[in-house]
């Protein structure tokens, strides 16, 4: 699995360099995420990030980090907090009326999260490293030459287990501002 994933990231990034149009892409993003486990849904929390890769007029290869925090999670006093950090592949639509084009694409990569059980002895904080994947879509709108906004949906499995303090899965709506150069 790991050798059929290497070969298609490979393969996204080689058509990319392909294209001699390519930029470097930076940016950053805010938005809400809420985490959902077996047994619990999570409340919708402030997520942030950032992001850099490449793009082209068609397509787009970045890595991004993204941070999560609640605090007084599911108790008093204690924290929960998660660090994404993944592969974003997609494709972008042309432009319409010169400013809007949509997009749609797919992420693979890690999440680690930590909960900080505060003043709960005997228990002892946890935390646990899980492989996410999946998939967003959004809009872009071009304000300059070098920059645009994005604003998009992402939604994230991941392969938590029952034991896992990670969510089985994460839901997350957010805006960007991003930089070509």
Aim: proline residues 2%.
């Amino acid at each position: 699995m790991k050798k059929i994933l290497m070969f298609v990231l490979l393969t996204l990034v080689s058509s990319v360099y392909a294209d001699s149009g390519y930029k470097i892409l930076v940016g950053g993003e805010f938005g809400q995420a809420k985490g959902n486990w077996d047994d619990y849904t999570g409340e919708w929390e402030d997520s942030f990030g950032l992001r850099a890769g490449v793009e082209t007029d068609r397509t787009r290869i970045y890595i991004s980090y993204n941070y999560t925090k609640s605090e007084d999670f599911n108790f008093v006093n204690t924290d929960f907090e998660s660090h994404m950090i993944v592969m974003n592949f997609g494709a972008k639509t042309d432009k319409y009326y010169g400013l809007f084009r949509g997009f749609v694409g797919g992420h693979a990569g890690v999440l680690y999260s930590l909960w900080n059980l505060g003043e709960y002895p005997p228990l002892e904080d946890e935390d646990d490293v899980n492989l996410v994947i999946g998939g967003q879509a959004g809009i872009i709108i071009d304000v300059i030459d070098n920059a645009y906004l994005e604003a998009g949906y992402r939604y994230s499995l991941t392969d938590a287990d029952n034991d896992s303090i990670n969510p089985g899965s994460i839901q997350t709506y957010y805006g960007a501002i991003n930089l070509k150069f």
